[in-house]
């Protein structure tokens, strides 16, 4: 059960998909508290409570003990401190011997989550704004509470099929010949490959929706040339609109009143990478409408993808703040600093980017009606997916399109994905990709991932082996990496077979990830799940942090440290141990419940099946179109004299109006004096590999 509770004046934020009439305070569980503007609600915690969603943030997926703040950030230094990243996904489920409910926050802006930070045994949620729908979610189990949740937040985001196949990315590919490089080098190892994203520099001086025409003389020809090949381009679009005059795209926002201003009535301008830019109104639908139309030129191009940037929005430095900046450099100029002095003069310009004031600064227009920027800034990445998911509608309404954007709010996993940003080729950022999965998905985000090897840094070649490792279950598989830093392609490295081999896992089980994937879409259900969802009883799995549940039938355990040959793994239940090194060469070891060790070779790593269920792997292939649908080997322990059924969702990976009812094929096991025998219509199963007890 959903109840609604309003404080003070709440945004529309278009988060919720259903309309629940709010009940008269107080809300139950919690006390609640006015302060100034701010209200917070408090609520005690048992040594035993813990606490999950947050869907993008830093630490564990039990979020207990640490101070989180809903305040979307262009920040690319992922530290254990942070208390935002670039997402604010204010969705909060407290699990104990006497909880199960949640809290999901709708505020856009800042809102902050003390989850026993300063005080062990308390929670407190504070919403410094004060305008506030708080609902609250009660149900039987964490599952329940997330299902719910979904229904009142909306359906999410179903990718094209094609967008489960691995993405080779680099900020600096700059050329055709450079993008044609990479595909072929690729498709000569025979490494699979079904995208290549273009970052920045494919634009003409960073500027939306045009590309540099002496790199790329004939776009349409080469997007069409690749998708010959079966590759798609996925080219970046940035929340920043350049400001420049005979520029077509600045030029229609200004002379339409589209873009941000100051209190004025003047126009905000900030600097993206293209300098000096101007920032598009996405909170209101004209400029949703025209800005969404605006990608339809690169879709007309042959693109069929796209990645949204900076939409925090990322703001460098303002006119403002860096005439600030000057004006304290000035006055310091000649003098002989002292400690506070040279803080302050340094402070003074790293702390123009994405500064507090510059966000008071501008303002969004809604129904005449002017909203300082700060009190919705979490809404602006939201909109900007919005903005193009309702431009691909408006192209082409039954056919899906690639899109994940950086920023986000809860309601944009209803238009697009979202990657995890810039992170670091660290090892713990390999186990933070890990972590975010779950609450993500929580947070109905279930098309997500991180960039593989790592953003910022130079990769290693173990680390990058042992990332492909993860995302060869994550749905968004994207190798990207920032300027300067080492070559991150596959084939750049010694053992690029052993990477070649990992990726040969992932297009083998793409009917089983994109199964489980749409059933999630499709039933308001989570791919990834902490073990404390399915095992809330067993006290070790629900502290488990370092494995998770994918799919109905497996749990996943990477390994995340460097030189390890294994790693501890807890068995809630006896499983299937399905070590692979490639799709066609794995072990299949059958493990009691309990703990254990596992030896896991660099080029090897593990897939988990609960024993009783059967997960499909197929021959695999280089591309997605490329993969049988209908003949595959069956995975599983199963049990002598137990029949085994299950269903595999499949479709043709591209429709939008898809219903589970129609594209569900049941699978039937039927075991019996250690035999067993499969069928299902249509699928020709290879039941050989199965063990029996
Ligand atoms: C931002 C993005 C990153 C991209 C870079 C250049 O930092 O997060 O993925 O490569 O901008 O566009």
Redesign the pocket.
């Known amino acids: 059960m959903i109840r609604r509770y309003d404080f003070g004046t709440p945004f529309p934020t278009d988060s919720t998909v259903l309309t629940l009439t709010p009940e008269a305070a107080p809300v139950p569980h919690f006390t609640t508290r006015q302060e100034g503007t701010a209200v917070s609600f408090s609520l005690p915690l048992s040594e035993e409570d813990m606490i999950f969603g947050l869907g993008e943030s830093v630490r564990g997926i039990n979020k207990r003990g640490h101070l989180y703040r809903a305040w979307n950030s262009d920040d690319?230094s992922h530290t254990e401190n942070k208390a935002s990243l670039y997402a604010s996904h204010n969705l909060v489920l407290f699990f104990g011997p006497e909880k199960c409910f949640g809290v999901y926050v709708d505020d856009p802006g800042e809102v902050i989550f003390d989850l026993g930070y300063t005080h062990r045994r308390e929670a407190v949620i504070t919403s410094t704004g004060g305008d506030v729908s708080l609902y609250l979610i009660e149900g039987e189990s964490m599952i329940d509470l997330c299902r719910q949740f979904r229904q009142l937040t909306g359906r999410s985001y179903m990718p094209p099929k094609w967008a489960l196949g691995y993405i080779q990315s680099r900020?600096g590919y700059a050329t055709e010949e450079e993008l044609r490089t990479i595909v072929s080098e690729h498709r000569s190892r025979h490494i699979p490959l079904d995208g290549v994203s273009m970052?920045?520099d494919y634009m003409q001086d960073f500027k939306d929706f045009t590309w540099n025409q002496d790199n790329f003389p004939d776009l349409p020809g080469l997007a069409r040339a690749l998708r010959e090949e079966h590759i798609r381009l996925v080219p970046?679009i940035?929340a920043g609109v350049k400001q420049e005059e005979g520029y077509d795209i600045c030029d229609e926002g200004v002379q339409q009143d589209f873009f941000c201003k100051k209190e004025d009535g003047s126009l905000f301008v900030g600097a993206v990478?293209p300098g000096r830019s101007y920032f598009p109104d996405f909170l209101r639908p004209d400029v949703r409408q025209w800005f969404g139309s605006r990608y339809h030129r690169l879709m007309d191009a042959g693109i069929e993808g796209f990645w949204n940037?900076?939409n925090e929005p990322a703001l460098f430095y303002s006119e403002e703040s860096l005439q600030e900046a000057y004006a304290m450099a000035d006055r310091h100029r000649g003098g002989n600093l002292g400690i506070d002095e040279t803080f302050a003069l340094k402070d003074a310009f790293v702390n123009i980017a994405n500064s507090p004031a510059d966000y008071r600064r501008f303002y969004h227009e809604l129904d005449g009606r002017r909203v300082r920027h700060d009190r919705v800034h979490n809404l602006y990445g939201m909109n900007m997916t919005r903005a193009a998911a309702e431009g691909f509608r408006a192209y082409d309404p039954d056919k899906r399109f690639l899109l994940f954007s950086?920023s986000s709010y809860v309601g944009a996993h209803r238009y697009g994905g979202v990657w995890q940003?810039?992170n670091s080729s660290w090892w713990s950022h390999l186990l933070m990709n890990l972590k975010m999965m779950p609450s993500l998905n929580m947070c109905g985000f279930l098309y997500c991932g991180a960039?593989l090897g790592g953003?910022s840094c130079n990769t290693t070649e173990d680390l990058l082996l042992r990332w492909l490792q993860l995302g060869v279950f994550t749905p968004l598989m994207r190798n990207?990496t920032?300027?300067h830093t080492r070559n991150q392609e596959i084939y750049r490295f010694d053992n690029w077979e052993q990477m070649r081999d990992v990726l040969t896992v992932r297009y083998a089980l793409l009917p089983y990830l994109y199964s489980e994937l749409m059933q999630a879409v499709l039933t308001d259900g989570m791919l990834f799940r902490p073990l404390a969802f399915d095992y809330p009883a067993d006290a070790t799995a629900c502290r488990t942090e370092d494995q998770v549940m994918l799919g109905r039938d497996c749990m996943i355990a990477p390994v995340y440290e460097q030189n390890a040959t294994g790693r501890h793994v807890y068995l809630p239940e006896e499983m299937l141990l399905v070590r692979f090194r490639s799709a066609t060469d794995f072990d299949l070891v059958p493990v009691p419940a309990g703990h254990c060790w596992i030896n896991l070779q660099l080029n090897e790593f593990p897939l988990f099946i609960r024993k009783g269920h059967v997960v499909p792997l197929s021959a695999g292939g280089e591309y997605v179109e490329s993969v049988d649908w209908k003949r595959f080997a069956l995975l599983g322990w199963l049990e002598d004299d137990v029949d085994v059924v299950t269903d595999l969702y499949d479709d043709d990976g591209q429709s939008t109006a898809v219903t589970l009812k129609e594209h569900l094929t049941p699978i039937r096991v039927a075991v019996s004096e250690g035999r067993a025998a499969a069928e299902a219509e249509g699928l020709t199963l290879d039941v050989t590999p199965l063990l029996i007890d």
Do not use: E, L, T
């Open positions: 690319f900020w970052d920045i970046i940035d990478w940037d900076m950086r940003g810039d960039d953003f990207h920032a300027q």
